[in-house]
Every structure is written in C-alpha cells, then in structure tokens.
C-alpha cells in the first residue's frame, strides 16, 4: 500500500516545456549559436549542465553563462500572464492530499518553482527538492533517496509521476513503481517502451487509480 507520491514538475505539473525550448532558442539567436528545436527538445528533461555540451558543444564558462542568464530572462517574459499548470492538477493534488504525503523532486530551479507555481498548490506538498539543491540531480538517485528520507518511506511504500523516459529508469533502478503520463514531451510509444507501470494519457488517470471510490458510498 503506497504512503506516498512523489512528482516530477515540468511536464507533469505545469506545461512549460514549450516556454523552456523557446527561451532556449532566443537566447541562442542573440549569442549567434546554432540550435534547433529538435535537439532541445531531446534533452529538455537533463540537467543544465548538461544542456550545455549537449546544445552547445565545448564553449566557454562565460558564453554559458551568459546564455542561461539570457535563457532564464526570457522565459519569464515569455510566461507572463500564462497559466500554465495543467487544468486537472488542483483536484489531483487536493484529492491525493487526503490520503498520501506528497512529494516533488525536479531538475528545474526552487527560483522558477516559486515564480510560476501557484502558492496555494505548492504547499500542499510536504517537501520539494530541486536541481540546485543537490549535487547529482535526477536522473541521479540522489534526490529520489533524500526525499524518500524526508518522507520516511521506504521504496515500496511510494510510487512516482514523470513525464520522460529517464524519469521511467531512474524509478526502476530504485525499484520504485511509476506512473509515466504522456503530457511531456517524450511520445506515449517511447514511454512504453522504457517499461512503466503504469501510462497515463492525463494527469487525472492517477486520481482515478489511487484514489478508487469506496463501494460502501455506492
């Protein structure tokens, strides 16, 4: 029986993806740097670090700088005046709060968290942990360990939310079950084939499979 839920953020939570990889490419233009949406898009779930080499190649610490620093501007401008978390995450989140503790572990900073996600929603989750909290961020163990400490679980009394195939692996090398929905930006054929659980086409599949209505109220 799970005690817990732990969630990823983009994707899952709030549709933002769209704004990263457009923030990315601004900044690339103004740097004069080549990139294309597809290659983001493929690593949009890594780590910043590593979405340097991987969009950038061998450049030098103040180039990267400057375009992170380019590419964060511009994705708060770019998110003015948006709501972006997912229509269905309020009840989810309200109705799974009755049952389990709540947890969020994502590679995005604590700063965009607070910025864009909703205050009224955010405390409903008993810890977060972000990439700039950790030293090895997902798809690294580490977070996904350090919160199931904070939570005082053990694997098989939580279960995940993700939305990529690397969230898919990191949970079964923890052999923690998770729920792969299909909001993100990998496709629904790739996340079956990284061997979830469970696929979940909307975020509101998993109040219906973690929180079943009670026979006796029928």
Known sequence: MFKA???????VLINDLPVHEEAYLMAAKEVSLPITREIIRRHISTTAQQKREL????????TWKRIFHLKTDYYFKLITKRDLVFPEVEDVL???KKRYLLGLISNTSRLHFEKVFPDHLACLFQTTIFGDEVVHPKPSLEPL?????RLNVSTDQ???VGDSISDVEMAKRAGIKIFAVTTGDNSKE???QAGPDWILDRLSELKDRLMPPDPASG
């Not at 839920?5 to 994707?11: K, L, P, R, T, W």
């Not at 969009?55 to 103040?62: K, N, P, V």
């Open 5 to 11: 839920v732990i969630f990823d953020y983009n994707g």
């Open 55 to 62: 969009y950038f190649g061998d450049i030098s610490d103040q």
């Open 94 to 96: 309200l109705s799974l």
């Open 145 to 149: 360990i350090k919160i199931m400490g």
């Open 158 to 160: 939580c279960c995940c």
């Open 190 to 192: 790739d996340l079956v």
